[in-house]
């Protein structure tokens, strides 16, 4: 299976948006030293895709030279209540492999919605992904980050307020986009 019709969307849209806008500001380093890696998870059911995420753990569990994995789910969990749910098992496998504390998840979705919100309210731009995507991360280098980042608290008020000055129609076509190029 070709593999870059999932990923190129994906590395735009980190390009892009998420380090073009600064969103984290913590993301450009590691993908300029090439210790990002994307993952696109074949998975059909919920099932494939825990055992897709166990593997991803362990590589990164060996593997320092891989700092963080994006890992792609373009088969399964298109509906964003289906993925909302499927989380909590995902940091349940976390926690199974006594990984917690290691490694957390962070989550992105096409159809992201944060609780209070409609759903092209622009601050869900800040979460939403081309494909659904979990987001696995070391702690001990993401407590590193927030630990050297002057204000590192004050980094998602600051983008609810940038996106939503952007506005939902630029931030729809800039993630449209991504599937372009």
């Not at 998420?18 to 059909?44: H, M, T, W």
């Not at 957390?104 to 601050?123: I, K, R």
């Not at 630029?170 to 993630?175: A, F, I, N």
Request: with cysteine; glycine share 4%; proline share 5%.
């Amino acid at each position: 299976m070709n593999h870059e019709p999932y990923i190129a969307p994906v590395r735009q849209w980190v390009e892009q948006l998420v380090i073009g806008y600064n969103l984290c500001p913590f993301a450009k380093r590691e993908l300029v030293r090439d210790r990002v890696r994307f993952f696109v998870s074949q998975a059909q059911d919920e099932e494939q895709l825990l055992v897709d995420l166990e593997n991803e753990l362990t590589l990164l569990s060996a593997d320092e030279g891989i700092e963080t994995t994006l890992l792609i789910t373009p088969q399964v969990l298109q509906d964003f209540f289906d993925f909302n749910q499927f989380l909590g098992r995902a940091d349940q496998r976390v926690a199974q492999l006594k990984l917690k504390g290691v490694f957390q998840l962070a989550s992105f979705h096409p159809d992201y919605q944060f609780g209070g919100t409609e759903l092209e309210d622009a601050e869900n731009y800040s979460n939403k992904s081309p494909y659904p995507v979990l987001h696995l991360l070391r702690e001990a280098s993401l407590d590193e980050a927030i630990e050297n980042y002057p204000d590192a608290e004050s980094i998602p008020e600051r983008n609810i307020e940038q996106l939503k000055l952007m506005g939902s129609d630029r931030l729809r076509r800039l993630l449209e986009d991504c599937f372009s190029r």
